[in-house]
């Protein structure tokens, strides 16, 4: 067995977005059971606090990070800067082996931080346009993994790979009379499930409203498993009840695999995470790409996989209750038509996708470590015994 001083320690900045979170917690999973230590760091929301919190056995820790957004420009640079800072005296404190950053605010200062005490750095890019911090920081850090091939010839980094999306284990497909009656659903009954992502989307919320008398008419077996976000609960809870549908409603919910496990068919935004996820568990779905995400990216994604058959794609400037509600009826009335779309989405899930990014940076941890092994045994040390008695004291008091 490893010793806490011999085991490599990788910090993972995954944080703003389940979209850059859970991806980072399925490399966390994937370090760990190869032997390393796992620091995540996350911003303060909520949706990573609470996904933190029930992280099994994860060490982590929360940065003062806060998005870049269009009038609030210098709160972005002085919580970067603050996040920096921290950032740095933790890794002071214990030097990280390694540092991956999974996108998003968090992960500017983290890897920062990383050079200043020369730690190799790692990205990884989950949709196929590339978000502004990586493109930021991919000039500066030692590799680059990505989903999309497109995202490749976006990267200003000589070393560019291809290593899939990383899902977390638990997401492969599961019985779903199970998964029905662990949510209160009836088990013999179509579901239909609306997601928006980790933060909701009142775009397909309201949506979704305005199509239920046209569902009403036709699909009135079909039961409805909504995840609304925070802001939308109580409207969209209400609205179920007044037209008397069979639905259960929640603002968040961290057992996905269960909701995914659940559904016959899904309505979705595209984000990377929650398409990867969709296509581990195989759920058809109409993905309604998200308009206002950073260069349209979550259209990108959409269309790689509609033009492949594994979604239906419907821009939300396009869309209609009843365009939507007929794409509904479309796929619940056919089962030869979801068939052929579970088959094409088999071929967007890599399980090893999150096993291939650790094997990278341990790869090269190992690479760092042969060259400094070598640089150390072939300088003279003046190193005293003050000194290890130090590193040592300050090694307990970071754990």
């Given at each position: 067995m490893q010793s806490a001083a011999s085991t490599p320690l990788v910090a993972i900045a995954a944080g703003g977005t389940g979209g850059h979170l859970f991806p980072?917690?399925?490399?966390?999973?994937?370090l760990t059971d190869r032997g390393a230590r796992v620091l995540l760091l996350v911003s303060p929301k909520?949706?990573?606090?609470?996904?933190?919190?029930?992280?099994?056995?994860?060490?982590?820790?929360?940065?003062?990070?806060?998005?870049?957004q269009k009038g609030r420009?210098?709160?972005?640079?002085?919580?970067?800067?603050?996040?920096?800072?921290?950032a740095s005296k933790w890794f002071r404190a214990r030097r990280p082996r390694a540092v991956l950053g999974m996108g998003g605010f968090t992960c500017v200062a983290t890897v920062l931080a990383a050079k200043g005490v020369r730690a190799a750095t790692f990205l990884h890019e989950a949709n196929a346009i590339p978000g502004r911090a990586i493109r930021w920081l991919a000039p500066w850090v030692d590799e680059v993994c990505v989903n999309f091939p497109a995202a490749a010839d976006r990267l200003r980094n000589p070393s560019v790979r291809q290593v899939g999306m990383p899902v977390r284990a638990q997401f492969r497909p599961l019985e779903p009379e199970a998964c029905r009656l662990a949510l209160g659903l009836e088990p013999d009954r179509p579901v239909?499930?609306?997601?928006?992502?980790?933060?909701?989307?009142?775009?397909?919320?309201?949506?979704?409203?305005?199509?239920?008398?046209?569902?009403?008419?036709?699909?009135?077996e079909l039961q409805l498993l909504h995840l609304t976000g925070a802001g939308d609960f109580e409207k969209v809870r209400t609205a179920y009840f007044v037209q008397q549908r069979r639905a259960v409603v929640r603002?968040?919910?961290?057992?996905?695999?269960?909701?995914?496990?659940?559904?016959?068919?899904?309505?979705?935004?595209?984000g990377a995470s929650s398409l990867a996820e969709l296509a581990a568990m195989r759920v058809p779905a109409i993905l309604i790409p998200y308009p206002a995400a950073v260069d349209n990216h979550q259209l990108y994604n959409a269309?790689?996989?509609?033009?492949?058959?594994?979604?239906?794609?419907?821009?939300?400037?396009?869309?209609?209750?009843?365009?939507?509600?007929?794409?509904?009826?479309?796929?619940v009335e056919r089962p030869d038509g979801r068939e052929a779309m579970s088959s094409a989405l088999a071929r967007w899930h890599d399980p090893a996708a999150a096993a291939r990014v650790a094997e990278r940076v341990l790869e090269r941890i190992d690479l760092s470590a042969d060259k400094e092994a070598s640089r150390v045994t072939s300088e003279p040390t003046n190193r005293t015994p003050g000194d290890t008695q130090r590193k040592a004291q300050t090694e307990e008091a970071w754990r």
């Open positions: 980072g917690l399925a490399v966390a999973q994937a909520e949706v990573d606090q609470q996904a933190a919190r029930t992280a099994p056995g994860l060490e982590w820790r929360t940065l003062p990070a806060v998005a870049l420009a210098g709160a972005f640079v002085g919580a970067l800067f603050s996040s920096w800072r921290t239909l499930l609306v997601m928006g992502g980790s933060q909701g989307a009142a775009g397909v919320n309201e949506l979704m409203l305005r199509a239920l008398p046209r569902l009403a008419e036709r699909a009135r603002p968040f919910l961290a057992e996905m695999e269960l909701a995914l496990g659940a559904a016959t068919i899904a309505v979705s935004r595209a269309r790689a996989l509609a033009e492949s058959g594994a979604a239906r794609l419907l821009e939300q400037w396009q869309a209609t209750p009843d365009l939507l509600a007929r794409l509904i009826f479309e796929l």
